[in-house]
């Protein structure tokens, strides 16, 4: 495999109206929380206002920010990539990646697929992951090709419980647990719903 020489910086979402739904995902959160803010400053509760206005920025950061900063950038020594998987960026050495496999997984609807590079170390762990929800099917092979080590391409869709009967290491946490993954987003959602409704009670 040829590498890439001088360095280059991807940038994912490019190929999304990923605007559009980062709107829509803010939109769900800020009206309410503008009222709750209005009613408690009025009625004289800035702590309250403050905790909630502090909130409705805080999901409008985590909505824009990341999308707006993260990039990968592909060196003669490896690749490092800006908000990905973590805050910050992290580096990744050529050294460390053993090879890379390109599968097409089925999403959770049973009927869309999505392809996904896995970089693997040497026992076979996934040490960077890509999709080509957020990347383009040109970035995933790019990278691919850049760490100059054999990339397997299975183009045969093959369902999430399949790749984690087989290939269960190169998976995230979420995806080896499903349900115990489902659970802990529906308490979570349940319980900032209720603490958004304390908030907004409260402030009345």
Do not use: K
């Not at 003669?76 to 890379?100: K, M, N, Y």
């Not at 959770?108 to 099917?137: I, K, P």
């Amino acid at each position: 495999m040829t590498s890439i020489a001088a360095a280059r910086t991807l940038r994912p979402l490019r190929h999304l109206a990923w605007r559009t739904t980062a709107a829509g995902n803010i939109a769900i959160v800020v009206p309410g929380a503008a009222v709750a803010v209005v009613v408690a400053a009025q009625d004289g509760h800035p702590v309250v206002a403050g905790v909630v206005g502090v909130v409705a920025l805080a999901v409008a950061a985590v909505v824009i920010l990341p999308a707006l900063r993260i990039r990968t950038l592909l060196a003669a020594d490896g690749i490092t990539t800006f908000w990905t998987s973590r805050v910050g960026s992290h580096h990744l050495p050529r050294t460390e990646v053993a090879r890379a496999v390109i599968r097409t997984i089925y999403n959770g609807d049973g009927v869309s697929t999505n392809r996904h590079l896995f970089l693997l170390d040497a026992q076979d762990r996934s040490v960077h992951r890509m999709s080509d929800r957020w990347w383009t099917d040109e970035q995933l092979l790019t990278v691919a090709h850049h760490v100059g080590v054999m990339v397997e391409s299975q183009n045969q869709p093959v369902h999430l419980a399949e790749v984690r009967r087989t290939a269960r290491s190169q998976l995230t946490w979420a995806e080896r647990h499903r349900f115990a993954a489902t659970a802990l987003v529906i308490v979570g959602g349940f319980a900032l719903c209720l603490a958004f409704a304390a908030l907004a009670t409260a402030a009345l």
